[in-house]
């Protein structure tokens, strides 16, 4: 395990991620079946929904060369599949390039998605390169149920009339060293993930990213964009720049340097003794999602 986790982007963004039309309501394929809901007179079936995404990603100040260890994809698969994966920039104290666990991990995840499985679990399994990341998978079925599964601290909101009506929790074993997939035997698994579900509805927005979006955005920054900005491709746009923005303004008292001072993490006394305090942003990498609810077309319905 690897204590500190920072994400980037390495190889051409063809090679990091598997985007499915972002801007158009995805068909359909991913989890089982189920019947149609019958209501009561007049009989109604329910609209089958999906995913409108749209993606940003900026690379850490110092690694742009290079593009970043984070990686994510996109599927239309079902309702629409959203993965991110975080890789820890830690390894590269050991010579190992950070990126390519994070990378592999996405590239395996983007090819079973057809699997009823458990997809964390398969997607580990299958990756044999040298590290490990933060990961978080959002799946969302026609029917309306989203499913996550999270290890470690990216993240996920769910928007609905101006508010934020869930949040994940990071999964930590120390400030600053969240809980990973790994490469190492000892570690975590699919097992640690946070795995929960939740029904969603048209209109509902889901904001997804890595830690570098949440520790440098505050929850009613990300609501006054969404608000602001109707369209997924610019409103993800805009999280990440403003994340991007934060995260190099060293009197900017972001939602990471909160959490610092709250665990004790502070200027020297004397410092202190001035009227000073730690402040900043999180120089980072920035992978931000964003998907919108909708109805599928009738001509798109299985």
Known sequence: MVGSSSLELITPLSQRFFLS???????????????????????????????????????????????????????????????????????????????????????????????????????????????????????????????????????LRVLRNGQVIFSTQPQEHYFDCPYQLSSEIIGQTYRDAMVCSLELIEGDTIVMGSDGLFDNVFDQEIVSIIYRIDDVTPAAKALADLASSHSTDTDFDSPYIIEARSRGFDVPLWKKILGKKLTGGKPDDITVIVGRVVSLPNDSRA
């Open 21 to 155: 039309s972002p801007l158009t309501p995805f068909k359909s394929l991913a989890f089982p079946s189920k019947k149609r809901p019958l209501f009561s007179a007049p009989a109604r079936i329910r609209s089958e929904l999906s995913f409108s995404v749209g993606t940003h990603l900026i690379p850490h100040p110092a690694k742009v060369d290079k593009g970043g260890e984070d990686a994510f994809f996109v599927s239309g698969y079902n309702g629409g599949v959203l993965a991110v994966a975080d890789g820890v920039s830690g390894w590269a104290e050991k010579n190992v390039d950070p990126a390519l666990f994070s990378q592999e991990l996405m590239a395996n995840a983007s090819g079973l998605v057809t699997d009823e499985e458990i997809l964390l679990r398969k997607a580990h399994a299958a990756t044999s390169s040298m590290g490990s990341a933060t990961v978080i998978i959002a799946m969302l079925e026609k029917n309306g149920t989203l499913k996550i599964a999270s290890v470690g601290d990216c993240g």
